[in-house]
């Protein structure tokens, strides 16, 4: 039997036998897809450990080894698929403000992709944790546009030539992200990568963060505090007591193949005390 070639097997895990042409359905498909088949995870930054984004490392951790990733890994194999597929698509990179202020001037540490489809452009996401856009949002309007899970709005800063992505959150519009359109290069993306990974003040490094989309559901994992976000009803929140049963959930609820290393346990066993601890 023939071996299949990487982007032959990230379509068979999207739920594809053959490759679909590049529409604007086949990119809504497949942005709703990736978000409900791979998780975004970063247990590599939990375990201080480095996390490479060369493509063909990014395709072994996910395709091969069963796990997730964040922004640089996430959204350039997204990007390559679209680009095996014909879709005119680039990356760009942003400023996450969500939680703070949307004019906060923040470090340039969030990956993403535009597209262009018969003159029309597209962001596309599939690497912002816990509140990606389920799919593609079209850039130049600033209309509400739904998704298959929250409302999302763009709106454009004329003076500073930046966009700021919004999510509508509980009858709240929350600022996640600004970002432009100026062309990166591979430094540009190791830059980002490895302030997210190593630097000290990095929400990441020494922290388990964790989401999978499901239909009409969002699940996130914050260190130990599991939640579920329904479109429809008040969130389900608990906060987990057993490293045994944030173990479970990685690999039942997020599809999460967990690697073996020595770490690990106390690694887990240290979230959960302090989320035991926490108020």
């Known amino acids: 039997m023939p071996r299949l ?16 042409p590049p ?17 975004f995870e970063s247990l590599s930054t939990l375990l201080h450990q480095p996390v490479p984004i060369d493509l063909p490392s990014v ?18 194999m997204f990007l390559m698929l679209l680009q095996e597929l014909g879709f005119d698509a680039r990356g760009i990179t942003g400023r996450v403000v969500m939680g703070g202020p949307p004019d906060a001037r923040t470090a340039r540490t969030h990956r993403l992709s535009l597209v262009n489809l018969d003159g029309v452009r597209y962001i596309a996401d599939v690497g912002f944790g816990g509140m ?26 004329a003076q500073e030539s ?4 919004w999510a509508e959150v509980a009858g709240e519009w929350r600022g996640l992200y600004v970002f432009d359109l100026q062309v990166q290069a591979d430094i540009d993306y190791e830059i980002g990568n ?15 963060k964790v989401a999978r989309l499901a239909v009409g559901e969002r699940h996130t994992l914050n260190n130990a505090h599991y939640a579920i976000h329904y ?3 008040p969130s389900a929140k608990r906060t987990l007591q057993h490293s045994d049963e944030l173990l479970a ?19 887990l066993d240290d979230l959960i005390r302090a989320g035991r601890q926490e108020p």
């Open 249 to 267: 959930l990685l690999r039942d609820t997020f599809g999460i193949q967990v690697p073996k290393h020595p770490r690990l346990s106390d690694a």
């Open 5 to 20: 070639t990487h982007c032959q097997r990230y379509l068979q895990r999207l739920g594809y036998d053959t490759p679909p």
């Open 59 to 76: 395709e072994h951790k996910v395709l091969f080894e069963g796990r997730g990733g964040y922004c640089y890994e996430l959204n350039q």
């Open 231 to 233: 479109l429809d009803r």
């Open 23 to 39: 529409t604007l359905q086949t990119l809504q498909d497949l942005q709703l897809r990736h978000v409900c088949t791979f998780a």
């Open 162 to 165: 930046s966009y700021t992505l």
């Open 194 to 208: 490895w302030y997210v990974s190593t630097h000290p003040g990095s929400p990441f490094l020494g922290q388990l």
């Open 132 to 157: 990606v856009p389920s799919s593609p949002l079209q850039l130049d309007t600033q209309a509400v546009q739904a998704t298959a899970h929250e409302p999302y709005r763009l709106t454009f800063d």
